[in-house]
């Protein structure tokens, strides 16, 4: 069970055609499109096809594939989800049912096998390009934008991450960069749209890492401190402090109630957030690594090998705009504080929530270094 590949070629198929419409979204080049989704569909199939065995692979992966099949052979339709809410609230073992429910959607689309979400999780880091390239926007020209956003979808952690192993973080990922962008656009459009949005996100955080909504508000009150509050319009100031209110309010003792057996878990494995926090971003560290990670050889190196770049693309960004890289930098913050007080968070994977913006930073230094060398554009025009 779970490693029947009959259905490995439809897979490729969906990569390849979701991959190369959502690329061309924001490139407008469908060939270029094309090029970027076959090589993320061929990584993908070559590695399922002729190499997976089952060997690689984590204990979250398989509780997710079983617990969704448990339910996915009963037939029970995750089309009338109020009604079986309970049902799936016993198969997460908890209210954290979202990404279970993908797997069994999954499950319905491309059979029961190990691939099926994991084809799920590369459409969405397709998804999450778009957004990588709407918020470089805020920071670069529409072409560094665009090629950000190309860096992104073929970085080292994310073919590692999401092309081999069956995890949520790339779910996550995703609410949390749709939740970013909407808050950095609430001061720019019309407040009605990204609002809407938020409540979206801030729910469905609530089906898969219920904290998350609160370091992001959190970051987001940060950010509009250091900026300096009341230079902004009272209808945004307004805005800020009734999505303050709802947090403490309606949201924190809700959250308190449903979640406390966590909240008393997560309390009992406090670390030291200095140290924490380091291990969190610099782990793992190449050469040292234990045999089951070694899989992270390549992308650990290259995450190190990137840390000088990351500082000056960080640099670059806060000169470009120092507004929104406050808010970057503040969620940054926040995560790495956050990850750092617990051990067993501190892993490369639960980095993945700020890879997006590691991934822009990275990209924004590359290109830095690449124009004082060449004095030239890292792009053609």
């Known amino acids: 069970m779970f490693l029947n590949t009959d259905y490995i070629f439809f897979a490729f198929l969906l990569i390849l055609l979701f991959g ?7 490139t407008k080049n469908i060939l ?29 992966d398989w509780r997710y594939l079983n617990s969704a099949y448990s339910l996915w052979i009963k037939d029970y339709s995750y089309i009338f989800l109020f009604e079986n809410i309970e049902l799936f609230r016993h198969m997460a073992s908890g209210p954290h ?14 059979g029961v096998n190990y691939y099926s979400p994991v084809t799920f999780n590369i459409i969405i ?24 956003a190309i860096f992104f979808v073929l970085h080292w952690d994310i073919l590692t991450w999401s092309s081999l192993l069956n ?47 609160f370091l992001i508000l959190i970051s987001y009150c940060l950010y509009l401190y250091i900026v300096n509050f009341f ?13 303050i209110l709802a947090l403490i309010v309606f949201i924190l003792p809700y959250a308190l109630s449903v979640f406390s057996s966590e909240i008393n878990r997560l309390m009992q494995d406090i670390t030291n957030p200095l140290f924490g926090s380091i291990r969190f971003f610099l782990t793992p560290i190449p050469f040292m690594m234990d045999d089951e990670y070694m899989f992270l050889f390549f992308s650990s190196f290259f995450h190190w090998y990137s840390l000088p770049f990351t500082i000056i693309g960080g640099y670059f960004i806060y000169k470009e705009n120092k507004k929104y890289a406050i808010f970057l930098f503040s969620f940054m913050l926040i995560i790495l504080f956050f990850y750092g007080l617990y051990a067993e968070l501190q892993g490369p994977r639960h980095r ?20 004082k060398l060449f004095a030239k554009p890292f792009y053609k025009e």
């Open 167 to 213: 995890l949520k973080d790339m779910l996550v990922g995703l609410l949390v960069i749709i939740m970013i962008y909407n808050l950095i656009i609430l001061s720019k459009k019309n407040f009605i749209k990204p609002l809407i949005f938020i409540v979206i996100m801030i729910i469905l955080f609530g089906t898969i890492r219920f904290y998350m909504p």
């Open 352 to 371: 993945l929530l700020i890879l997006p913006y590691i991934s822009l930073l990275q990209f924004a230094g590359y290109m830095v270094v690449f124009r």
């Open 32 to 60: 270029l499109s094309f090029y970027i989704s076959l090589f993320k569909a061929s990584l993908f199939y070559i590695y399922f096809s002729f190499y997976f065995d089952g060997s690689l692979t984590l204990r979250d």
């Open 231 to 243: 230079k902004m319009s009272i209808l945004i100031r307004i805005i800020s402090i009734l999505l």
């Open 125 to 148: 880091t397709f998804i999450t390009s778009y957004y990588v390239y709407l918020i470089g926007l805020s920071f670069l020209t529409k072409n560094e934008s665009k090629y950000a």
């Open 97 to 110: 049912f979202l990404y279970y429910l993908l797997n069994i959607v999954s499950f319905d689309i491309l």
């Open 20 to 26: 190369t419409f959502i690329v061309n979204k924001y």
